[in-house]
């Protein structure tokens, strides 16, 4: 409170950077019916019923974001990890285990360990999926992070390329042995660098999705650096590389969709369905996810209703009248 009574409040902590949305993750898969018993029956996600309906491709929703699956002759593998929010462990622990007989001669695999259930798909990409915590700032099923492991040393110039040239918040974490740029990318999303000793595999060619807000910001920073690799179209384009804001070195090859706020697929509504309908145990009503209340961040009280007491002055008043 302040000397006159009102309610003070940290203001920046409502702020978002300039990137505000991850929207998907696209890896390339050989096997549509393997994608689909993993993403699909076991994660518990659903197939886009709109769009990429054919053998070519299918999208994947996941709350509000997607991964896009088109088949290719090899499969793409991320060099990291991807973090899911998704509510029910004990539901979707059974269905990771229903699937494993359908998925025994490929490197699926999940186990549960420190909070979380860490999955592996059929190709090798490990997905680990969390219950909905403060963590991920209300978000109740969907796509909370990418996190790539990155050379070490780079981590500095990696957060620095994104505060400078995409204006959107970034944070160096050095916590442990392994220090981290956390690059903020939407309302509880991240992309997450962490530096390894590993011998970094080559790149394959997958890439991630973005909304940025300020499109034409970004743009002409890429360009002054020579890194815009595609000029898709008026709402898009495409760069692969991070370079250090200091020096230009290279420090990580990611290949990067970015969009602008009037790209016609911004904001797209998308279906997500209620894995735990069955025709055996069927409830009406209930083939849509609902989300649950999200989970408040330790300390903070709930919205503050200033106008309680207005409000009840005009119901008196109202009231006085018409009884009057």
Known sequence: MSESGVRQYDRSAEDLGNIVALEHVNLGISDQGLATVFYVSGLGLTRDPYMMTSIDNMWVNVGRSQFHLPTTARAQRLRGRIGLVIPDREALLQRLDRVKGLLGDTRFAFVERDGLVETTCPWGNRIFCHDPSARFDGMGLGMAYVEFDVPRGSAAGIAGFYREVFST???????????????????GQELVFRESD?????????????????????????????????????????????????????????????????????ARPLVNRNPRQTNRAYVPG????????????????????????????RFEDATRRAAG
């Open 286 to 313: 209930r083939d849509g996810w609902v989300p649950e209340p999200a989970v408040p961040k330790p300390g903070l009280p709930e919205i503050d209703d200033p106008r309680v007491e207005m409000r009840r002055q």
């Open 169 to 187: 918040g970034a944070r160096v974490e050095t916590a442990g042995d392994a220090p981290a740029a956390h690059v903020s990318v939407g309302i």
């Open 198 to 266: 590993a011998a970094p595999e080559p790149y394959d060619g997958h890439h991630i999705q973005v909304y940025v807000a300020n499109f034409s910001g970004p743009h002409r920073g890429l360009v002054e650096r020579g890194l815009v690799t595609e000029e898709s179209n008026r709402h898009q384009y495409r760069f692969q590389h991070i370079a250090d804001p200091a020096t230009g070195k290279a420090l990580f090859e990611i290949e990067h969709e970015v969009r602008s706020l009037r790209h016609p697929l911004h």
